[in-house]
């Protein structure tokens, strides 16, 4: 008895602290409210779905009847031939906009540190954010507008100066590429708001002290802004890995067409057809549940291994 009274008198030490703690920050708790109760409903609740992955699931008899067969869906998930098309042209678009998108919102941060008229340096910044709000609806039909063979205005142009129309749209060697262009279209001004933020962070006296070593504008970028944001680089690189098996359904849907199936299905579009379209939704929650789990361990050996080298790493 003497000697569970320690534990005992911590445990109750732990409760009023803890609410102590909830009144004194209720307003900030509040803020967070929304947040939270966004990754609980459409986050945490959903996660019960995955058990059909290991049912026959039937929408007419529900989960809790449907018949349990284990690891069945995943064994035929990856003896069907499909699979290692879907793998290969996931990763392949993935390396791309990892290889070609990721480095361009540091580069174009960069670039925009570096403007020291600030009026023009906003004007640049709204310019280049605007993209981020159109929908893939809009991507894609400005796609269509601009490098469709026949009526588009690159081929015409190209036709007009004498030289052949350009296949764009329907050859199977352009479609990653013509994704990773979108991307980086898209999205590379929107994100380079979390660089920014960390670039406005850095000690201004570092780049005093620089240019005092008589380090050019370029030195200072090399030398003092990456270091300082490195940190942030790499939280955002092990995010990234985690979304490899991503690709983005609605931008590869709205590209997709008969000439270039091959390389366009990936598992996005391969769980809405199989699921969505056949009313196979126990084994597309199988190939759902596979994406995440090479996501989830992405994030934990990239983790391992930023800690590893220094780095604070996610968590």
Known sequence: MMADSPNAAQSVGRKPRLWLDLRRDKYLYLLALPGLLFFLVFKYVPMWGVLIAFQNYSPYTGMMESEWVGLEHFV???SNPDFTQLFRNTMAINLLNLFLFF??????????????????????????YMPHFLSWVIIAGLTFLMFAKGEGLVNKLLEALGFARIDFLTNPDLFWLNLTLQSIWKETGWGTIIFLAAIAGVDPQLYEAAKMDGASR???MWHVTLPAIQNVIVILLILRLGHMMDVGF???FLMY?????????????YVYRVGIQQGQFSFSTAAGLFKSLVGL???????????????????
């Open 76 to 78: 035929e998930f990856f």
């Open 218 to 220: 370029i030195r200072q």
């Open 250 to 252: 609605e931008q590869v």
């Open 257 to 269: 067409n008969g000439a270039v199936s091959q390389v366009a299905e990936v598992f996005d579009t």
């Open 297 to 315: 361990l992405l994030v934990v050996i990239a983790n391992k291994l930023a800690k590893k080298f220094g780095e604070e790493g996610v968590y």
């Open 103 to 128: 480095p361009l919102p540091i580069l174009l941060s960069l670039l925009l540190n570096e403007l020291r008229i600030e009026a023009y340096k906003r004007f640049v910044q709204s310019i280049v």
